[in-house]
């Protein structure tokens, strides 16, 4: 079993090894996708600088809270985009047929599928993560954390897009409401809990899980309690068996378009 996963996890390590020397032949484009995506993330704290100027907080939230919370958002957007970056194509690969490269492997279908190309700006979202983890305070301790939490954070938002692509398999294209939802936990983990009451922030933690990917993480890096912790990783690991069970399961019911596509 341990060799197994062993195995596995070398052969996804290769993938995404090739799949960066892929994009990284047109060396300009690669580093100037980087940079720009950290310029763009850098430009939406300034909004965040004019409102802590009119007041001390928002949402119970510090404005170096704002900054961890912005830094783990970019950073868990990144760990699911370039890692996983196949698992938002799902709904399409399932569609038009294209599962049938990776079932003729002696590999795990869906992790082949998912992480057989990268999106190269990710890494500029991951990098200004770091440089805000170092504004918040870099210590041992919040590195670590951070880099766990934003590490969960990415495989629940590509277990949720393969939950929801997966279901391609019984009721045809689904890839608007994955599109959708990936969209409003981006969008929804740049602001501060506390500006969100009743039934949403109960839709926080369930359907869209931003207590794991978000705001648990701002607390535990905040003050940490192993309570927190354990709640992330439980979540986590939920979430990552629901999308292998979802996508086994509707796997059985696939048909093959016999597309005869060599994948290098």
């Known amino acids: 079993m341990l060799t197994e996963v062993k195995n596995q996890l070398k052969v996804t390590g290769q993938s995404i090894r090739y799949a960066l020397q892929r994009e990284m032949l047109n060396?300009?484009?690669?580093?100037?996708?980087i940079l720009f995506m950290i310029l763009n993330n850098a430009c939406f704290i300034i909004q965040w600088i004019i409102l802590y100027s009119l007041k001390e907080d928002v949402g119970g939230y510090t404005f170096k809270q704002v900054i961890l919370l912005w830094g783990l958002a970019s950073f868990t957007y990144g760990i699911s985009r370039f890692f996983f970056r196949d698992s938002f194509e799902l709904s399409e690969t399932i569609n038009c047929?294209?599962?049938?490269n990776y079932l003729v492997q002696p590999k795990n279908v869906l992790i082949q599928c998912i992480t057989s190309s990268v999106e190269v700006s990710a890494l500029g979202d991951i990098i200004y993560g770091l440089i805000m983890i170092t504004i918040f305070g870099l210590t041992i301790k919040n590195l670590l954390l951070f880099i766990l939490c934003g590490i969960c954070g990415g495989l629940v938002v590509a277990s949720i897009s393969v939950i929801i692509s997966s279901l391609s398999f019984w009721f045809g294209r689904t890839e608007v409401i994955a599109n959708t939802i990936n969209s409003l936990m981006t969008n929804f983990a740049t602001y501060p809990e506390g500006i969100f009451k009743g039934a949403i922030k109960i839709l926080f933690y369930t359907i869209l899980p931003?207590?794991?990917?978000?705001?648990?993480?701002i607390q535990l890096i905040s003050d940490f309690k192993l309570i927190y912790l354990i709640y992330i990783i439980i979540g986590t690991l939920l979430f990552i068996t629901i999308a292998f069970l979802v996508f086994n399961r509707g796997l059985k019911k696939y048909s093959s378009s016999n597309l005869m596509n060599v994948r290098i």
């Open 210 to 217: 931003l207590g794991i990917t978000a705001y648990v993480p």
């Open 97 to 100: 047929g294209k599962l049938d």
């Open 27 to 33: 060396k300009v484009t690669f580093v100037s996708n």
